[in-house]
């Protein structure tokens, strides 16, 4: 009996070490920095392949590398989407390396939207400083699964805030009568996009079209059709 106490005691200490350690990996982003910074260094011909960028030698760093300026200035939108994109994120701006931020203006032109889209590594919140916006996320898929899927979207005019739970699919549209302007912060210095019209239907080499005529019961002419049009990312 006392044997069987003991086994207990060390069973439910298991599971609690467990939890804890599955807790841990479930809510891990970017991972915290080990030093004061370690402002990025090209690394495209390095031979060793790291989780974000090689530091730069803390004695060579320069206030300019903490330092982007244009925010200010509207995007030239050239896209079918009626909208820009200007990112800052580490490519743009060297010291964010392992500090797990970064930034983003969005320029809409009358009717524009940023399409539908998710970001694999990131929560975003998005402000809207010019214009008005509808946004909204779609919730992932519900345990039961003729259930649909929950959107949540409101209508944003200038000062208001709403925010995009990482990985999820969300979109941003300006309904006004003038264009719109929106700063998006994220919590990853690389937060990654997938447009989702771009990926389903401009992959290469292409989703074979039969998986989806099938995946989005569409006539195989429209997906040919889709897939024969020229799609690019979100910017």
Not at 135 to 147: E, L, T, V
Not at 191 to 197: F, I
Not at 216 to 222: C, G, S, Y
Request: proline share 6%; aromatic share 8%; hydrophobic share 40%.
């Amino acid at each position: 009996m006392k044997m069987s106490g003991i086994n207990n005691n060390q069973s439910i200490l298991f599971l609690v070490i467990l939890a804890v350690f599955i807790s841990l990996l479930a809510n891990a982003y970017d991972p915290d920095p080990l030093q004061d910074f370690c402002v990025a260094v090209n690394d495209s011909d390095a031979a060793v392949l790291v989780n974000g960028k090689i530091c730069k030698d803390p004695k060579t760093v320069t206030s300019d590398d903490f330092y982007h300026s244009g925010l200010n200035k509207p995007g030239e939108i050239v896209s079918q989407y009626g909208s820009k994109v200007s990112l800052v994120f580490i490519d743009q701006l060297a010291g964010l390396n392992t500090l797990g931020i970064s930034i983003v203006r969005i320029d809409f032109a009358v009717g524009g939207v940023n399409p539908p889209h998710s970001h694999p590594h990131a929560s975003e919140i998005l402000l809207c400083t010019e214009g008005t916006l509808y946004a909204g996320f779609i919730s992932s898929n519900p345990s039961n699964p003729g259930d649909k899927n929950r959107l949540f979207a409101k209508i944003l005019n200038p000062g208001d805030v709403f925010v995009f739970p990482k990985g999820l699919i969300h979109f941003q549209y300006n309904l006004g009568n003038d264009t719109a302007v929106a700063i998006a912060s994220l919590n990853s210095q690389n937060p990654g996009v997938v447009t989702l019209s771009k990926a389903v239907f401009g992959s290469d080499p292409p989703v074979n079209p039969e998986a989806l005529v099938k995946g989005f019961q569409l006539d195989i002419e429209v997906v040919r059709q889709l897939q024969s049009l020229t799609w690019i990312g979100n910017g």
